[in-house]
């Protein structure tokens, strides 16, 4: 059964609780909170929104990996995971360098050096999570904890093997992919021969679900695949025909954005409750707010 969850505004700590709570009343299954090179820190909002719920599920869409070192993103993830009692996802990706880089020329923008932190950190989040000396030859972030004392290491994860990770991963790039399947999710991309971005479709997300179940290893758990989208701008009966495709088609989560809502816009859709309520056929659209 697919899941429902809210990428929720950018806005503030107390404004994120609440609308976490207002979805964990209304039905939905998640909220997710975008992050940036400057704003309001995303782990923070996640923290109020952890003691404000009790069921949903929190993440990050995504956290930029290049902007954070990896001991960081896995200590502030460990804090949440704690506080939430194992409710938390890391949503990773490269970044959206058109989203205000320009003004720190200190970042790395480069294409392949961002792939490159994004794999590293994949590889050490998985390897802190366990909470076992190791070291790690990263090209960018190289580690030695076998020179630290283990009681100086922070618990373990409430979720176990680690942390479920969530990886954006471009269709049909196979170096790409193979970054996906070290992962826990994919937010994937449509990408052509040309490198110009397309739209996704269930027959995409087929594919996908066919490829990560072909090469994942077996026994590695659950794997998501989550697709987003607007179905509130949808009539009932096209939005319920479509997420059913999406859910024929192997899509565990649709998220529905609320990027460029307020926040009174936002709390009055995440009251209608998931659209598998009012989507069905022979049901008007309710409006939106």
């Known amino acids: 059964m697919m899941k429902y969850g809210l990428a929720l505004p950018y806005t503030d700590p ?3 609780a609440e609308l976490a709570r207002l979805a964990e009343e209304a039905g ?4 997710f909170m975008g992050d940036a090179i400057w704003t309001m820190d995303p782990m923070i909002c996640l923290s109020a929104a952890a003691l404000a719920t009790r069921r949903i599920r929190l993440g990050t869409m995504i956290t930029p990996v290049p902007l954070r070192k990896p001991w960081k993103i896995a200590s502030e993830s460990l804090a949440l995971d704690h506080l939430s009692n194992g409710r938390m996802t890391l949503g990773l990706g490269t970044g959206a360098v058109w989203m205000g880089w320009q003004g720190f020329p200190s970042e ?7 792939a490159e932190m994004l794999d590293e950190t994949v590889d050490i989040l998985t390897l802190l999570n366990q909470r076992k ?15 630290l004392d283990e009681m100086h290491y922070p618990p373990r994860p409430v979720q176990q093997p680690r942390i479920p990770l969530w990886v954006v991963a471009a269709w049909p790039r196979m170096k790409s992919m ?12 449509k990408m052509e021969a040309d490198g110009k971005f397309s739209e996704l ?5 087929a594919e996908i679900k066919a490829y990560i179940d072909a ?3 077996a026994g590695e758990g659950p794997f998501d695949i989550i697709v987003e989208g607007k179905a509130r701008e949808m009539e009932a009966q096209d939005c319920a025909a479509r997420l059913a495709a999406w859910a024929i088609a192997g899509a565990t989560w649709w998220i529905e954005g609320l990027w460029s809502e307020n926040v009174e816009q936002a709390a ?6 998931p659209p598998e309520r009012w989507a069905k056929p022979g049901r008007l659209r309710p409006s939106p707010l």
């Open 14 to 16: 107390r404004a994120a």
């Open 268 to 273: 009055a859709i995440i009251r209608r409750g």
């Open 178 to 189: 193979r970054r996906a399947l070290k992962c826990d999710g994919i937010l994937p991309l």
């Open 201 to 205: 479709t269930p027959a995409d997300v």
């Open 133 to 147: 000396p190791f070291d790690y030859d990263g090209k960018h972030f190289p580690l030695k904890l076998t020179l």
């Open 28 to 31: 939905w299954d998640g909220v």
């Open 108 to 114: 790395v923008t480069g294409v392949r050096e961002r």
């Open 215 to 217: 090469n994942r290893p």
